[in-house]
């Protein structure tokens, strides 16, 4: 055992040396404050617009509470537990891959240490991301279905129940394990394989999260969920681009491919392999958006499948260059992560000087589309964020449908979720009386799709709000954004 994860062991040592002192994405930075806020009472969904399901809260209420136990802060808090799940899955893979008795020892440890690139070195820039944390967890139950006889019921009920709490973080993710479950009934020419207990158990625990989530947040169904269906979607891509953003994992997919069909001796494990990498690409496609955090299932479960193609080919042969030529592809995969590095925010480090007042005594509110202007803007400037949203994410789509549309019933609807978003925003305002505003006056916003909207003119049609901008004055420009403050350094009670 000790031998199979020393390589793991030894990229896991480099990934903490590459993250030590640094930031992670703005998502992280956003679910940890405002996983900080649920836990002093504000309600998630009703107060707090987030538009994902609720796990992510409770996984992230994790390192939040050890946090703050503890003294440590909680962006390294988060760090910790995201490696303490990668060694977790890395362990349990070895464990199930020892029972492999077909696969050669060194075989086994080129798998785990590829493995471990994938888990630990490929997503290095958005580290600990929801995509992120699902391939984590999802690994085992990819390697208890690459063995030639299947483990003990206990064992892959475990397996299956550790997978579903990263299947849960998207409902997209379902897709590798249908995967699975659908080439195991063609093969078998039979329905009995979604009888076998890890689906049982993943299909129950599945129905309970949704229960659960109805009961305890209405709110997410009531509200959340019919707002998302109606604007979110300003932020997809053309889907040739996100098939461009693809296109080097589809080769090397092809690779695995290639690799399948040149060896007979163990068909269903390489299918499975294959098949997985590609649900996990059509999942990047699937969501539209082309962000690169997306990439990350894709990245590990392509990896998985061209070296699992390779290395049971090499043993077959008795040859090493299948191995090589996968090793080639992961190769290629990984310069560029490492090259960009972990995330970095160059428009905190812009906008920080802006603040008078001392670290700790801060208040700041974001007028923008993007989530990563004001996170980790909030850790970086030790500022207090007044929105209680990623980003103000109801006004492009809401903005951008509303220049589409001569209907004036669909028109109504437009604009009253406009006011509704303003309302959110202007509430988040007075709330916090935030010392320095920072707006995004680009004439061509993100997200809008060429919709013309002003943030400042819009909120202005509000007297309130009109009268309390007179206290602020302008400061500077960090790019098309504009830094607006005022005087003192109160904060809200």
Known sequence: MIRDLTAPAIIMATAVYLLWGTHLSHDISWYLISTGWWLDGVQIYADILELNPPLAFYLTAIPVWVARVTGLAPMATFKGLVLVLTACSLVLSQRLLAHETWLSPAARRIVLAMAAVGLLLLPIGDFGQRDHLFTILFLPFLVMNLLSEPAARPVRAAVAMWATFGIALKHYFL?????????????????????????????????LYVAAAVILHPAYFDSVVPLTVQVYGAFDVPFLFALFRAGFLILVLLIALALLLMNRARPRTNAVAVLTGAAAIAVFLIQSKGW??????????????????????????????????????VMLLL???????????????????YFTCPPGERSFQIFSSTVSTGFPLANHAKATPANRAPTLWLFPGASYRLSLTEDPAEQAIYRATLKEARKRVLIDFFRTAPQVVIVDESPQ???????????LAYFSEDKEFADAWRNYSLKGNVGTYTVYAREGCDLPD
């Open 335 to 353: 310069v560029p992560a490492l090259r960009n590095g972990p995330y970095q925010s160059p428009f905190a480090e812009a906008v920080e000087p």
């Open 445 to 455: 916003k993100k997200y809008f799709n060429g919709a013309s909207f002003d943030y």
């Open 292 to 329: 690169s955090y997306q990439h990350i299932p894709a990245n590990l479960y392509v990896v998985m499948a061209v070296i699992w193609t390779a290395v049971t080919l090499s043993q077959t042969r008795e040859q090493w260059w299948p191995t090589a030529i996968a090793a080639m592809s």
């Open 175 to 207: 897709l590798l394990p249908l995967a699975i479950l659908a080439y195991q009934v063609i093969a078998e020419r039979s329905l009995r394989p979604a009888y076998k207990v890890e689906y049982l158990v993943m299909a129950a625990m599945l129905v």
